[in-house]
Nanobody, 119 residues
Framework: VQLVESGGGLVQPGGSLRLSCAAS????????MSWYRQAPGKERELVAS????????NYAGSVKGRFTISRDNYKNTVYLQMNSLKPEDTAVYYC?????????????WGQGTPVTVSS
């Protein structure tokens, strides 16, 4: 099983980045996909999630209206489009796959991609 994030980097305030998370080794379309982030000295927090069926989305209040999560079940990839970036968006961004089964909850995490918003 692999989740490989990419697209992070250094961007100026007000700029945009698009993160990608490529999945392999499991049935991607069966899983809820999420993006989390962890800033230095802070706990990891949920940024956005998208369901596997209807593709319903959910966002943290701090990113609503600026970030958009999407998924492509043919490419086994989830995206996070980040616009109007702020310095407080600086963090390592992680991709997570979750599936609830009768045997329990299955979680997979990526290794993270760093995002730095600074002038």
């Amino acid at each position: 099983v692999q989740l490989v994030e990419s697209g992070g980097g250094l961007v100026q305030p007000g700029g945009s980045l698009r993160l990608s998370c490529a999945a392999s080794g499991f049935t991607f379309s069966d899983y809820i996909m999420s993006w989390y982030r962890q800033a230095p000295g802070k706990e990891r927090e949920l940024v956005a999630s998208i369901t596997n069926g209807s593709g319903s989305t959910n966002y943290a209040g701090s990113v609503k209206g600026r970030f958009t999560i999407s998924r492509d079940n043919y490419k086994n990839t989830v995206y996070l489009q980040m616009n109007s970036l702020k310095p407080e968006d600086t963090a390592v961004y992680y991709c997570k796959a979750v599936r609830v089964t009768i045997r329990g909850i299955i979680n997979y995490w990526g290794q993270g991609t760093p995002v730095t918003v600074s002038s």
